[in-house]
């Protein structure tokens, strides 16, 4: 709470003259949201949109910021994660562009933000109705692997043909004896298309299905923006025989003890020393709080 | 009577006088100095030396003046210097875990030691243009954001360790195949090109490339053609010191140092018959702080060992004698200006072939019409 | 042997695949002019000629990769009756190559992945129909290349490390895991050496007659038509010139055309 009132005096101070509220001009805004209403009403499916340049370079999140900044109002409280953490320098940086371009409030408390953007995480914490994730997203094309071009891909959606990605699933077990996609891992979206959950590990996979809150996804390089609404179904591709599965530690997290959340791995000098912590870091900090007061 | 167009000479040294001058501008403004070019175009003199392949500010910069900032030009200058340099002596190779770091980052380790240093970066800023700057320098306000704390300028920083081998030492990067001592590594400068290239030469001719055209195929890997993975290992920025070893001496002796760039992709590898899964790395090294370029280098670099690796080539970036054979910005720029030249004599070849094939069209074009009809008629009958 | 030697299927409906009066020009080039005939269930018909006369682009009209300027074709869709191909929707079209039809290209580089095992090459059409699991498709992948006399200890390679003759057999083997009612051939033998092609001609017809397969082979080579083909239509020029069943034609030629290619080519 403390960081939130920090960090919008902060914005206060340093408002950006000249440019509308969260950058993009109200008709911007407007488009966005039509293609947003439209990927809601359609799961999973990925809606063209007319993405604009933005003042960040695109694959650092320029979807993700384009919906965010449609979504977002005054009252909004924000939060930016990237590879789970707040402190990430491109977490940062997107927190100060809407800290400096809408004044809003910023968290880094999952609890506490009305609308989550992040890049490759899904918190660990469970979000509910009345929050929004924003995705970004760098490749939204789960058939890309298969196949490059996109009037085919969009075909192969348009008539369910899916079987290239089994393809893809089959080689892996063959040559690993398993489903051998640990990032990006694509679903199924109540039952008809097929998506790229976005970098997420596979950890996070399940996390997407019959969730409480409504999740956006923004390429703003490939011009895409698609969503799943609340408590949509989202199953990842397997076999029957060979079923999804996540990946799990050997031990807890160094700092909280938690043996149920996605570990980052920290090399500690250069003669193969290394720890485990939590990638999430505000459920690690909270944890660690929660553990502390209980002493 | 008609008099055929003479006076080339003449109309070649009025060309070149109005470049001088469209080159000064205005002369009521002060000259640029090439302290200047060197001190504050920083990475346009870095990007000529990479692709010029020479080390030395001072004539990135007059090159860069002389070709009023057009990069390619200045690279196609500084070559045309290069090639009329004796070769004395090969260095060592150099060190890059013993660089003086002043920029150093892993996207694939949240830490690790030493830490991640962002050093003289774009990557954060907004990209707002900063009006600011548009004054001179004693008439900005002061900047509000806090100045970050000095780093290494006043500090030595140890060597880092790479990342490459921290994760080599757990057998998960496959290692770079050992230089044989006694073989020869090629030089593209002195002998032609032939495929298939072996990885030093191949990766001479991507150290040379055009930026851009190398920007370009890098993409087109991460698009899907000829997708292989790629995870920012390691990129590194800093001094990297120079040594050879003269005949007389028999001994290693430093000559100086060098700033470099140098990027380490990773890159997923699910092994095959004889390989175990293992990551695989694409290698990129540019002078100055040419990162963009290090970084494509890196990823054309590892399409390009497809066939190394037993994947099955297809993709423009993994078509090697496409990439090499196009990748240097003084053959392309030359060969495409070169249709400039007068190309007159083979152009009135081909109007009196064409002219003969429309006559030959035209006339077919009338009686195929008879001929069509005709047809038309007897499936009717 | 010949072809027509072994026991004709009898039609107990109509045909398979009716053609009428398809006509294709590229251009101000002509090279289809209402061609027509039909299939029948169970029959190879061998499409003869030389090139330029017409009979890929005949085969690529059939198999819809090409839509005709002029003319029809209509397939029998089990419980649907004759159906206009070409008036089908996208989507249904792909369900036709997909579950009803296959196609044999001459360079089996175009009809295969090649950067994927024989295996999922082979199971990459049950994949498409639904089957999702990984013991069954290997099994399914593993018996088909059986029947194309490719042993289970290949079925995990990729399909470049295969002989050419090998990789067209393992083209066969996509095409026919799904059991398909009609399959196209566009010179499934060219580019493979006289031994390697002979092999391929025998596996063809085991397995057209153990699948009682309605197959188009197009084909230059009046060795393989007769061997494969019960009937042979002669195309040239974009016409046909004759057809009929494929000893007669062979034996007795009417069309002055057809008698100078079977005396140029077929006097082993």
Redesign the interface.
């Known amino acids: 709470m403390e960081a939130s009132v920090r960090l919008r005096c902060e914005a206060d101070l340093t408002g950006l003259a000249g440019y509308n509220f969260a950058y993009l001009d109200e008709q911007t805004k407007r488009m966005i949201r039509r293609a947003l209403l439209k990927a809601v009403a359609i799961p999973g499916y990925q809606v063209p949109f007319a993405s604009r340049e933005m003042p960040l370079p695109y694959g650092w999140g320029t979807g993700g910021i384009q919906v965010t900044a449609s979504i977002i109002g005054p009252e909004d409280t924000l939060k930016v994660i990237d590879q789970g953490a707040d402190d990430t320098t491109n977490a940062v940086s997107i927190r100060r562009f809407f800290a400096r371009t809408a004044g809003v409030a910023t968290t880094e408390d999952t609890e506490a933000a009305s609308i989550i953007q992040t890049r490759h995480r899904v918190p660990e914490t469970r979000l509910r109705e009345d929050q929004i994730l924003v995705y970004q997203v760098p490749q939204p094309e789960p058939l890309r692997l298969m196949e490059p071009r996109e009037s085919e891909t969009r075909t192969m959606h348009a008539l369910e043909e899916y079987g290239s990605m089994y393809v893809k699933l089959y080689e892996d077990v063959t040559r690993h004896g398993r489903i051998a996609t640990a990032y990006s891992y694509p679903v199924r979206v109540e039952g008809r298309y097929v998506m790229s959950p976005s970098p997420i590990p596979k950890f996070d996979n399940p996390k997407l299905t019959k969730a409480p809150m409504l999740q956006l996804f923004g390429a703003g390089r490939e011009k895409r923006i698609y969503a799943v609404p609340p408590y949509t179904e989202v199953r990842s591709l397997d076999f029957e025989d060979y079923p999804f599965s996540v990946e799990g530690w050997d031990e807890p997290c160094a700092l909280c003890g938690a043996t149920d959340t996605y570990l980052d791995e920290i090399v500690t000098d250069d003669h193969g020393g290394r720890m485990f912590v939590c990638s999430d870091s505000n459920h690690c900090a909270r944890r660690r709080a929660a553990a502390g007061e209980e002493a | 009577m008609y008099v055929a167009v003479k006076g080339g000479e003449a109309a070649i040294t009025s060309a070149h006088e109005l470049l001088a001058e469209a080159r000064r501008g205005d002369p009521a403004e002060p000259e640029l100095s090439l302290a200047q070019i060197g001190g504050q175009l920083t990475l346009a003199v870095d990007r000529v030396m990479t692709e010029g392949s020479v080390y030395d500010r001072e004539l990135a910069a007059l090159a860069i003046k002389q070709a009023r900032g057009d990069l390619v030009e200045a690279v196609f200058l500084l070559r045309a210097y290069r090639t009329t340099l004796p070769r004395l002596v090969a260095s060592l190779p150099l060190d890059t875990s013993a660089m003086l770091v002043r920029r150093r980052i892993s996207a694939v ?5 030493g830490g ?1 240093v ?1 050093g003289p970066t774009f ?2 800023t ?3 243009l900063d009006f600011d700057l548009a004054r001179p320098d004693g008439q900005r306000p002061p900047a ?1 954001e806090p100045e970050p704390p000095a780093t290494t300028d006043d500090q030595p920083v140890a060597p880092m ?1 790479r990342v490459a ?2 994760l080599g ?2 057998g998960l990067l496959q290692p770079e195949t050992e230089a044989d001592p006694c073989a020869e590594v090629g030089d593209i400068t002195r002998d032609p090109l032939t495929y298939p290239a072996g990885r030093d030469v191949r990766l001479q001719s991507l150290a040379r490339a055009d930026e851009g055209f190398l920007l370009a195929l890098g993409y087109s890997t ?4 000829g ?1 292989n993975h790629p995870f920012a290992g390691e990129i590194r920025m800093g001094e990297v010191e120079v040594q050879i070893v003269p005949e007389e001496l028999g001994f290693a002796v430093s000559i100086g140092s060098l700033t470099l760039t140098e990027c380490e992709m990773v890159n997923q590898f ?2 095959g018959k004889s390989l175990p ?1 293992q990551f695989t790395r694409g290698y990129g090294l540019s002078f100055g702080e040419s990162e963009r370029k290090a970084m494509s280098m890196a990823l054309v670099d590892r399409a390009l060992r497809c066939r190394e690796l037993g ?2 080539p ?2 423009p970036a993994q078509d090697e004698e496409f990439v090499l054979s196009h990748a240097d910005s003084v053959e392309a720029s030359g060969f495409v200006q070169h249709l400039k030249l007068p190309h007159y004599v083979d152009f009135q070849a081909e109007l009196v072939m064409v002219r003969d094939m429309r006559r030959k069209f035209e006339s ?1 074009e009338t009686s ?1 019409e008879e001929n069509g009809s005709e047809r038309e008629t007897a ?1 009717r009958g | 042997m010949s072809a027509a030697a072994r026991a004709l299927p009898v039609p107990d409906a109509g045909p398979l695949l009716c053609a009428r009066g398809l006509t294709k020009s590229f251009g101000a080039q002509p090279a289809l002019e209402g061609v027509s005939f039909d299939l029948w269930p169970g029959e190879v018909l061998g499409v003869v000629g030389e090139s330029g006369s017409g009979k890929t682009t005949l085969l690529n009209i059939l198999a819809t990769h090409l839509a005709p300027d002029a003319g029809r074709v209509s397939y029998d869709w089990p419980e649907r009756g004759l159906v206009d191909v070409h008036a089908l929707a996208e989507a249904e079209k792909r369900r036709l190559l997909r579950s009803h039809w296959g196609f044999v290209h001459q360079n089996p580089r175009d009809g295969l992945r090649m950067n994927v095992s024989a295996g999922a090459n082979v199971g990459e059409k049950l994949m498409a129909l639904g089957l999702r699991h990984y013991g069954k498709l290997r099994a399914r992948a593993e018996e088909w290349l059986g029947k194309v006399e490719i042993g289970p200890e290949r079925l995990d390679d990729l399909p470049a490390t295969y002989s050419g003759g090998m990789q067209q057999r393992l083209q066969i083997a996509r095409n026919l895991v799904t059991e398909p009612r009609l399959v196209f051939m566009d010179e499934p033998t060219g580019g493979l050496d006289v031994s390697v092609q002979a092999r391929l001609l025998d596996l063809l017809r085991k397995l057209v007659a153990e699948l009682g397969l309605a197959v188009v082979i197009v084909t230059h080579d009046l060795a393989v038509a007769r061997l494969l083909a019960d009937r042979l239509m002669v195309m040239r020029c974009g016409r046909v010139v004759e057809s009929g069943l494929t000893d007669q034609v062979l034996d007795d030629p009417h069309h002055p055309y057809t008698q100078l290619l079977v005396s140029s080519i077929l006097q082993a």
């Open positions: 380790f949240k830490d690790l030691p991640q962002l990557d954060y907004h990209r707002l509000n360790a081998d921290i030492r757990e991460q698009r899907g053609f997708k699910k092994g899964p994947e099955s297809g993709a077919r195929g499936l």
